[in-house]
């Protein structure tokens, strides 16, 4: 029985459809490697949304990037030294010849990487993602996929790079005729608008309406009236001492109800920023926390 075995494990058909096997993984793991490393974690996070159980992540929210392509790199390793075994074992070529052999296969699968796969879509990536998913996962997870001890830097190096990367695309597609300059100035001015920083757009103190927490509902309606503001900031004694902002549509609800109450039970807490932060990281946070006005302090 195990010379049966044996007999069949060595046969020449055996051998060839073992590496043809060796071989495909290892070409579509050198493929997704190369169209996965011109993806950023942000791409990728779609990518594994838009295909679901895509990697089997479960309860994750959120995917890293880098521990796929160290799977991936690992599978390729794996597959050169299966190879170099395979050669070694099944036929009597010299120990240089075997390199060669593997060499071959290393040069074969970078030249079919690049042609005819090199320009495989989102969708392609996917698929093929999907076929090595039983490789791929488990190294991935044992690297940490998703790890959130390193999620917060690679956010921060993927925004930095997206910075990079916007310009850049500006720059060719104005050079390839793609984005007229009229439109590259626009979208110019809104890469610069979130590298802006608050202090460029802040409203100086001295030009600043603000009205002061012991006011009466008439006085804040007239100042509502006189300045066409929807929101102004209410101070305890002065206007350095902010405690809040009122909107204009608190006083037209207690209008319509037949109430006027005082400052005090109107206004609603205002957040402070430092004047260094970016507009584009202050907007997000006025996303998160529904806000629309901030108080600026100097550091």
Known sequence: MKAEVVNWVTHPVTLALIGGLIFGIMLLAEILQRRLSEFGNVRFQGLVEDHEDLLALGNQERVVLSPVLTALRWIQMICLVLVWTLVFFSTDFGVFRVFGAALAVLVAVALLAQWPFGGLSESGVARLLRLLKPLVAPIARFGGLGASESLEGAEEDEEEASDREIRAFLDVGEAAGIIEGEEGEILESLVEFF?????????????????RESASWEELMEIFGQTHKSRVPVYRETVDDIIGVVHV?????????GGRPPVQELYRPCPVVPESKELGELLKEFQQEHQQMAIVVDE
């Open 249 to 257: 549509k608190s006083l037209i609800k207690d209008f319509i109800q």
């Open 195 to 211: 590298d802006t920083t608050v202090r460029e757009v802040m409203t100086p103190r001295t030009d600043m309406v603000a009205v």
